[in-house]
């Protein structure tokens, strides 16, 4: 897993481009949703010193985060894994969640465990090399906040590349050796993306060893070097965006969204390209598809989309015709398996060096897609009375495979562009110094 040339080059260029301003970024997000309202600390370290080799820490252990019993890639990935199970009568749902994972990870702890367990699996040369770049990204985050400078030294920041895979896998292996093995008495089912669980318990018919049984699983979780708290036993559960709900033998999903969402979708005044609300409308719909059990609650979800539109200021003679064709859309895709997706992708797409991309900011009154792709055809793949682009030859006498363009539009800046500050120091004012104990 030792680094190519190429990455070694990426790593060397971008740590010289970040030496003029080697730190990251320290905000908070507002969790306004939480009673009481709290906060969750970021640190954006985009350009800052560590980061590529965050990269390539994060990209080193993606494959073993991947390979761990408990992963699962997104909701649709844990509702594949929901339609296979055949629950039994004694079964109740549970979610458990940890309490500031990034934050409380012991910085040690964290080391030796991730560095015992690759060395199992790879050779001594791979797991150093890996476990050294990890250790220099976690020792060695600084971030600035105003005019000050801080340096984290327990745990690891959110918003650094490879703190999801890190604390991912921290927990993944604890799981392996003291969690998992449950699944062969009380636990039926067990799954977690980062810091959110769901399960399935099985219940003894003594309620004494029920309870004993649920306090040690309790004790176990909350041994690992992390604090977690977890939801009562029962037949119903929020997680991951969806009600979960045992009905039977089986476990039925609806799509869930917090009391406090406000469905904010782009309004047809908003400067983005026409594809926008395709795109939007799409893939809703192939999601309310996707993670709804029930065909009720696939049309009740459908209305609810359809009256938010509405409310956000589109016309109904604009949205059904879109809500028509994604519904079409989406009971093709479920028709196809996994390999005919696959393929239907790469079919898309083409080989990656068939295409090349036009980057352009959007603007309703520039010359549309259409435009361009007739331009680009006309012009420079297929001119008239001259050989097409991919049947030359380069200076290299090789040929050249490039086949179509594709036309990537980017927005312009917006309202949080032009007035988010990266750099508070910017900012007239006090100074966030001026706000620390003993300072006027």
């Not at 990209?59 to 844990?78: C, E, G, I, M, R």
């Not at 990890?134 to 030294?153: A, K, S, T, W, Y």
């Not at 890190?166 to 636990?187: C, D, K, M, Q, R």
């Not at 959110?196 to 219940?203: K, S």
Request: aromatic share 10%.
């Amino acid at each position: 897993m030792l680094p190519p040339q190429d990455s070694r080059n990426y790593i060397r260029q971008k740590i010289r481009e970040a030496t003029s301003d080697p730190f990251g970024y320290f905000y908070l997000t507002i969790k306004i949703h939480k009673t009481p309202i709290s906060t969750r600390p970021v640190c954006s370290d985009l350009a800052s010193l560590p980061h590529s080799l965050g990269q390539w820490v994060d990209l080193a252990l993606q494959p073993v985060v991947t390979s761990q019993p408990t992963y699962f890639k997104d909701s649709f990935a844990l509702k594949r894994e929901l339609n296979t199970l055949l629950i039994p009568p004694n079964a109740s749902l549970f979610t458990y969640d940890t309490v500031s994972m990034y934050t409380n990870i012991e910085i040690d702890d964290c080391l030796e465990r991730i560095s015992t367990f690759l060395s199992t699996i790879w050779d001594k040369i791979e797991c150093a090399a890996v476990t050294s770049a990890m250790e220099i990204v976690m020792r060695n985050n600084r971030m600035r906040f105003g005019d000050l400078i801080f340096h984290q030294i327990r745990g690891v920041a959110m918003g650094m590349s490879p703190a999801p895979t890190i604390a991912n896998l921290y927990v993944a292996i604890y799981e392996a050796t003291h969690i998992l093995p449950l699944l062969t008495s009380f636990l039926f089912f067990l799954k977690r993306f980062i810091d959110d669980g769901l399960g399935i318990w099985l219940h003894d018919p003594d309620p004494d060893v029920d309870a004993a049984n649920w306090i040690l699983f309790k004790t176990l979780i909350n041994t690992m070097g992390l604090r977690w708290t977890s939801t009562k036993l029962s037949k119903k559960v929020i997680f991951m965006d969806m009600t979960i709900e045992i009905s039977g033998s089986r476990l039925v999903t609806a799509l869930y969204a917090k009391p406090m969402a406000l469905y904010q979708y782009n309004p047809p005044t908003s400067c983005h390209p026409p594809g926008a609300l395709t795109g939007l409308v799409f893939g809703q719909v192939l999601r309310i598809f996707q993670l709804c059990s029930r065909n009720q609650d696939i049309d009740s979800e459908l209305s609810a989309f359809y009256h938010r539109l509405l409310d956000r200021g589109y016309k109904s003679v604009d949205i059904v015709p879109l809500l028509i064709k994604g519904i079409d859309n989406a009971n093709h895709y479920l028709s196809l398996t996994e390999a005919q997706r696959e393929e239907a992708k790469k079919a898309r797409t083409g080989r990656a060096n068939e295409r090349v991309f036009f980057h352009l900011p959007f603007h309703p009154q520039n010359p549309s897609s259409g435009v361009i792709q007739r331009l680009w055809r006309d012009h420079i793949l297929s001119p008239p009375g001259k050989e097409s682009l991919n049947l030359l030859k380069n200076w290299g006498n090789y040929p050249v495979p490039v086949k179509r363009l594709t036309v990537a539009y980017h927005r312009n800046p917006n309202l949080a562009n032009l007035l988010s500050y990266r750099n508070l120091t910017k900012r007239t004012g006090l100074k966030a110094s001026s706000y620390l104990p003993g300072t006027t």
